[in-house]
């Protein structure tokens, strides 16, 4: 089975733009959850999806949103950038029963 | 809720030496715990995890952890030391029922001395 994918990988803003950052589980995982990772506040929540239908959130300004299709794929989006959202986006997926996540790759965002 | 606490951002060990990686954990609940690495430029690959059941966990490249309630601790070991160790490596928590959401530990970069 393919692993979870997340595009693109790389990417570069400036202040004040927005950005969508997307996620595809591995095939039949239908909750797919998202986390910032930066050297200074470590891994955090940000939200998890689960049936097109937002589930879990995390302590995150509203500029953060999320969302998920009918074939679980699901992207963020932040806007009016800020340079503290440079990060690292994790994406995860997992299916029931045990609900284990598995994450992506990753997409590294740099605020300018 | 939930927190974790790794003791010790860097640790480092020789080759063949033992790895042992603490994390303890805070939860009103019985916890789900997992130990997930992380190498240079990639994301989080799962190491291991206990749910239930047996409190000494095997998990892949030879890692092994015990849940240990009494003293709430999840701490990660290895017996003998490669250099293809190296990375970061975080404990995580979350509430039983309800692993889509983890707390995750600061994280313990292991370096691996020839």
């Known amino acids: 089975k393919a692993g979870v994918t997340q595009t693109p990988r790389y990417l570069i803003k400036t202040r004040g733009q927005q950005v969508t950052l997307s996620c595809s589980p591995i095939s039949g995982h239908r909750s797919v959850s998202w986390y910032q990772q930066t050297p200074g506040q470590g891994l955090q929540f940000l939200f998890e999806?689960?049936?097109?239908?937002?589930?879990n959130k995390g302590n995150f300004p509203g500029r953060f949103s999320g969302r998920q299709f009918s074939n679980s794929r699901s992207e963020m989006n932040v806007s009016t950038l800020e340079l503290g959202d440079s990060a690292l986006y994790l994406c995860?997926?997992?299916?029931?029963?045990?609900?284990?996540?598995?994450f992506g790759p990753g997409t590294r965002l740099l605020v300018l | 809720a939930q927190s974790v606490t790794q003791l010790g951002s860097h640790v480092s060990v020789s080759e063949g030496a033992l790895v042992l990686l603490r994390c303890n954990y805070s939860?009103?609940?019985?916890?789900?715990l997992f130990w997930y690495v992380q190498y240079p430029n990639q994301g989080l690959q799962l190491l291991l995890k206990y749910t239930t059941g047996a409190t000494l966990v095997k998990g892949i490249n030879g890692f092994e952890a015990e849940f240990k309630k009494s003293e709430t601790s999840f701490h990660l070991t290895k017996p003998s030391a490669h250099m293809s160790d190296a990375a970061e490596y975080f404990c995580a928590v979350t509430l039983s029922g309800s692993a889509r959401q983890l707390t995750f530990g600061s994280g313990t970069q292991l370096t691996v001395l020839p």
């Open positions: 999806y689960f049936s097109e239908t937002q589930r």
């Open positions: 995860a997926s997992s299916v029931a029963p045990t609900e284990t996540q598995y």
């Open positions: 939860s009103s609940v019985p916890p789900y």
